[in-house]
């Protein structure tokens, strides 16, 4: 459990580290939430609120939560007050059962011990509406190939121990468990399918539903061609 503001001094660099780098990112979200419709959405751990401050103009009931006040006094600042942002544990929410069409977790699952990704990532699945979607974008295994070994294998590990050696050693944990795809595997019970890929396949898009009858693979289908349209433009990584 995080005692402290682990991100107390992140929190003034963090958007200008990260913010162009993970954009594609967001906006890939961003295409599979309004695709799947949602109206109500959480963002759990998010930070300083760059994916909820994209989605602000979307007709969307929007809620962040994040345990790091500094975080979240970053995102307060740049976000309208329609977005609501709540300090709290993202391992115990105080939210009731099915609450969110759309639950967002971000590049959050690596950075915590295996206990807390099982318990926020069981939050997740509790908070979303039996039709709802979740999508978690996080680590994947490294694909070969020298670029994907480049990132994956120095650049990402450098960034990571950069952020602590705690933070490094959970993160290293991830990486030996099969990262992303190896957790959704343990950890996942519905039905779960790769939205996008980015950073030479260093980082993984899923959205995952609850129901095993969900009919992804045609919405899929949409999503794919918007993706490889904007691929052509050279939007994502
Ligand atoms: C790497 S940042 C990712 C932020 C954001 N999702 C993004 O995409 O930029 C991880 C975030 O998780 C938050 N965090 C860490 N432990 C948490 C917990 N137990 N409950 C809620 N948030 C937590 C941190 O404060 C930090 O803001």
Same mark, same amino acid.
């Given at each position: 459990?995080?005692?402290?503001? %682990? ?7 963090? %958007? ?53 006040? *500094? ?52 939050? *997740? ?73 980015? *950073? ?38």
């Amino acid at each position: 459990m995080q005692t402290r503001d %682990d991100y107390q001094r992140t929190a003034s660099y963090y %958007d200008f580290l990260l913010s162009r780098g993970l954009r594609s990112i967001r906006t890939n979200i961003r295409t599979c939430l309004r695709h799947y419709d949602v109206t109500n959405v959480i963002d759990i751990c998010c930070g300083t609120g760059e994916q909820l401050h994209m989605l602000g103009n979307e007709n969307m009931l929007l809620t962040g939560i994040d345990l790091s006040e *500094a975080m979240l006094a970053k995102a307060r600042s740049k976000s309208p007050a329609t977005i609501h942002y709540l300090e709290t544990d993202a391992c115990n929410l105080p939210f009731p059962d099915s609450e969110y069409d759309g639950v967002i977790i971000t590049l959050a699952l690596h950075e915590k011990t295996a206990t807390q990704q099982q318990l926020i990532f069981k939050e *997740a699945c509790r908070i979303v509406k039996h039709d709802g979607h979740i999508i978690v974008a996080d680590y994947a295994a490294v694909p070969e190939g020298y670029n994907s070994t480049l990132i994956g294998k120095v650049f990402i590990p450098f960034i990571e121990r950069l952020a602590g050696l705690d933070h490094y050693h959970n993160y290293k944990d991830w990486m030996a468990q099969g990262a992303l795809q190896g957790f959704l595997e343990n950890n996942c019970t519905g039905t779960i399918s790769l939205i996008s890929q980015h *950073a030479k396949g260093c980082i993984h898009i899923y959205a995952i539903s609850k129901s095993k009858d969900d009919p992804l693979g045609a919405d899929l289908k949409k999503i794919e061609a918007h993706f490889s349209e904007q691929n052509s433009k050279g939007v994502t990584t």
